[in-house]
């Protein structure tokens, strides 16, 4: 099977020749070839700025990496672990005449468990797997396609909807006159509630940064993309 090299891996592969082969009139910084044209005295500056930037898209993904990391699955993990802790509460409440609050409350949260499970399972611990694996910053434009970012945009969207109707059935619940059949929820519970809302909306919040993450990523991979076709 023939391999394809990215433009990085191009690049550093005639670097490498030109150590053996070098052409003349041209010099080498770092892994650029050039010709001066010009007394250009801060040349070298400049190419470590260009560098800079050719650079981002590992930027990006190592950002991506670290957030999922340290931030994004530890907190879907400790919200996995309070919906659990929540939802026995409630099932060891279900009983008496409000039996029908105390089952709809049950059932959200199992429901909106699931979906945070999946989501785990198949946005964060995969994106955490494909960036961790040897010279997936080297790789460049291999790493990932911008198609495959677009699908991990659309189903973290998906999910903030999700976290947003989960959200608005735990404030209505908190509400006697709309969620609650008129009856006033205990003040334990409706702590337990209000904390869990606050959480959903910390949640939320990572989501929106991932996201924006993400979009810096697709950005720099499609200029990457057409630095390619130019060149």
């Not at 650029?32 to 930027?59: P, S, T």
């Not at 006697?176 to 910390?202: H, M, Q, V, W, Y």
Request: aromatic share 12%; with cysteine.
């Amino acid at each position: 099977m023939n391999h394809t090299f990215s433009y990085p891996e191009l690049q550093q592969k005639f670097c490498e020749g030109f150590e053996f082969f070098p052409f003349r009139n041209l010099e080498q910084y770092g892994k650029f070839i050039y010709k001066r044209y010009a007394n250009v005295q801060d040349l070298q500056g400049v190419l470590d700025c260009y560098d800079f930037e050719n650079n981002l898209y590992g930027l990006s993904a190592r950002v991506l990496l670290l957030m999922m990391q340290q931030k994004n699955i530890p907190a879907a993990a400790a919200l996995l672990t309070q919906l659990k802790e929540v939802s026995a509460f409630f099932t060891r409440q279900c009983h008496g005449m409000h039996l029908l609050f105390y089952a709809e409350m049950i059932d959200a949260l199992e429901t909106y468990n699931g979906i945070l499970f999946i989501y785990q399972r198949d946005v964060q611990q995969n994106i955490e797997k494909q960036l961790c694996d040897p010279g997936r910053f080297e790789q460049e434009t291999a790493v990932v396609s911008i198609g495959t970012i677009k699908h991990i945009q659309v189903v973290i969207t998906e999910f903030a909807d999700s976290t947003d109707i989960m959200n608005d059935f735990l404030n209505e619940r908190i509400a006697p006159d709309i969620g609650n059949a008129g009856f006033e929820l205990p003040k334990t519970e409706a702590a337990i509630i209000t904390d869990l809302s606050r959480k959903l909306l910390e949640f939320k919040d990572l989501m929106r940064k991932t996201g924006y993450i993400m979009k810096q990523w697709e950005t720099r991979l499609a200029q990457l993309q057409l630095q390619e076709v130019m060149n």
